[in-house]
C-alpha cells in the first residue's frame, strides 16, 4: 500500500506539473547560473515573526562567480494560486500554485546552468522519463503476450521460430542492444518525436522475456479439463484464448509490467543522459543528469544529483509493488 500510494503521488505530480511547478521548464534566468535552493523565511530584518514565508532576492556576490546572497532590501511573500507571465497572443499565464513577485525568484531546489528552476525541470522531467516507462513497458508486453501466446497455443513450427528469435534477443544484451538500434536512428528529431521514438525503440528490443513467461502459461493452460472440454465441444482458437487462457497470463502481465517500468525508465534516463534520448531544451530526468558529465558541477552544485536522487524511491516502490503482486498471484495460482 504505501508503495503504491508514493507512485501514484510521484505520477500525480508529473500529471500536474504545469500547476505544481511555480515555472515554466524552458524559463530562463540567465543572472542566477546555479543558484542555490532558496530560504524560505519566517523571520524579518526587524526581528518580527511573519505567518506567510517570504523570500529574498538572489544577486551574485561581486568577485565571486556562481555565489549568490541575499539581497534583504527586497523580500518578496511566498504567493498561493498565481499567474505565470502571459503569453506573446495576449492570453493569461498559467495558474501555478505558488510563485513570487519579481526580481525574487524562488528556486526550492536550486537553479542550473541556464537559472531554470530544477524543480520545474523536475516536474516536467517526470513526464517523459516515468512515462516513457510506463508505454514502453505497455509495448513490450503487448508484443511479448502476442507472441508468446501464439508460440505457447499453436506450437510446432510457430513455435520454435518465435522462441528462436526471443532466444537471440535474450543472447544480446539488452542495453547495448538498445544503444545499437538508437545510435542507427536519427539523432537530431524534436523533442515529442524523440520520446515516440525512445518507446518504440525500448518496448521493441526487449518482448522477448514477457514472451517466454507468457508461452509458459500457455502451454499450461491449453491442456486444463476444461479448455480441452471446450475444444471438444468445438470451440475455435480465438475463443479458447479470449475465454479460457488470456485470463491465466494476468498475473504475469501484472508482475512484469511492475519489474519492467523502473527497468524501461533507468534506459530512457540512460539515453538521455548519453545525449541519445531526449534532448535540450526539454527537460527528462536523463538530461537533467547530463550536466553531471562536468566536473565543476559535480563536485559544486549537489542540487543537479536530485534528478537521481527523484529515481531512489520510484525505483524502490515499483520493486516492492512486484514483490506484493508476485506474492499475491502465486498464492492465487496455488
Same mark, same amino acid.
Given at each position: =500500500? ?46 518580527? =515573526? ?37 503569453? =506573446? ?198 538530461? =537533467? ?46
Amino acid at each position: =500500500m504505501v508503495a503504491a500510494a508514493v507512485l501514484a503521488a510521484v505520477h500525480l505530480a508529473a500529471l500536474m506539473a504545469g500547476f505544481l511547478a511555480p515555472y515554466g521548464p524552458l524559463e530562463q534566468n540567465r543572472a542566477l547560473p546555479y543558484a542555490p535552493p532558496t530560504r524560505l523565511h519566517f523571520t524579518g530584518t526587524d526581528g518580527r =515573526m511573519h505567518l506567510r514565508p517570504f523570500v529574498y532576492a538572489q544577486t551574485e556576490e561581486e568577485g565571486a562567480s556562481g555565489r549568490f546572497v541575499e539581497d534583504r532590501g527586497q523580500a518578496s511573500p511566498l504567493r498561493f494560486f498565481v499567474r505565470g507571465e502571459a503569453a =506573446m497572443d495576449g492570453s493569461r499565464g498559467a495558474l501555478h500554485l505558488f510563485g513570487v513577485d519579481e526580481p525574487a525568484r524562488v528556486f526550492l531546489l536550486g537553479a542550473d546552468a541556464f537559472g531554470r528552476d530544477q524543480l520545474s525541470r523536475l516536474l516536467h522531467g517526470a513526464r517523459i522519463s516515468l512515462f516513457a516507462g510506463l508505454l514502453a513497458t505497455a509495448l513490450a508486453l503487448g508484443l511479448g503476450w502476442t507472441a508468446g501466446t501464439v508460440a505457447g497455443f499453436l506450437g510446432g513450427w510457430a513455435d520454435a521460430v518465435v522462441m528462436r528469435t526471443a532466444d537471440l534477443f535474450l543472447a544480446l544484451p539488452w542495453l547495448y542492444l538498445l544503444f545499437a538500434v538508437r545510435a542507427a536512428l536519427p539523432l537530431h528529431v524534436p523533442a515529442e518525436q524523440a520520446f515516440l521514438l525512445l518507446v518504440l525503440v525500448i518496448g521493441i528490443v526487449d518482448w522477448a522475456r514477457p514472451a517466454r513467461l507468457v508461452r509458459a502459461v500457455v502451454l499450461s493452460a491449453r491442456e486444463r479439463g476444461y479448455v480441452l472440454a471446450a475444444r471438444g465441444f468445438g470451440a475455435g482458437g480465438v475463443y479458447l484464448v479470449r475465454r479460457h487462457i488470456a485470463p491465466q497470463t494476468i498475473g504475469v502481465l501484472v508482475t512484469q509490467a511492475a519489474l519492467l517500468v523502473p527497468q524501461y525508465v533507468l534506459a530512457e534516463v540512460t539515453l538521455s543522459f548519453l545525449g541519445l534520448g531526449v534532448a535540450e531544451p526539454a527537460p527528462s530526468w536523463g538530461n =537533467m543528469l547530463s550536466a553531471l558529465q562536468r566536473y565543476h558541477v559535480l563536485s559544486s552544485y549537489w542540487w543537479i544529483w536530485l534528478p537521481g536522487l527523484a529515481l531512489v524511491p520510484v525505483f524502490l516502490s515499483y520493486f516492492a509493488l512486484s514483490e506484493a503482486l508476485q506474492a499475491r498471484w502465486g498464492s492465487a495460482g496455488a
